[in-house]
């Protein structure tokens, strides 16, 4: 009797891994876009910022 409750435990624990598994899968991947295309756009708005501060800085000197 002792190896059924082990067993049950067992197949028990082994559908909470499961359904935690399928749950984790259902989130979205992140696109192919924002991995790409984010950073790149965060740099370009950093460095287009740069650019005018100094351009305006050079203006009013």
Request: avoid cysteine.
């Amino acid at each position: 009797m002792t190896t059924h409750r082990r067993s049950q435990s067992s197949i028990e624990q082994l559908h909470r891994e499961v359904e935690a598994l399928a749950e984790e899968m259902r989130r979205p991947t992140p696109t192919k876009f924002r991995v790409t295309w984010l950073p790149f756009s965060i740099g370009a708005a950093f460095a287009l910022t740069v650019f005018v501060i100094v351009a305006f800085v050079a203006k009013h000197v």
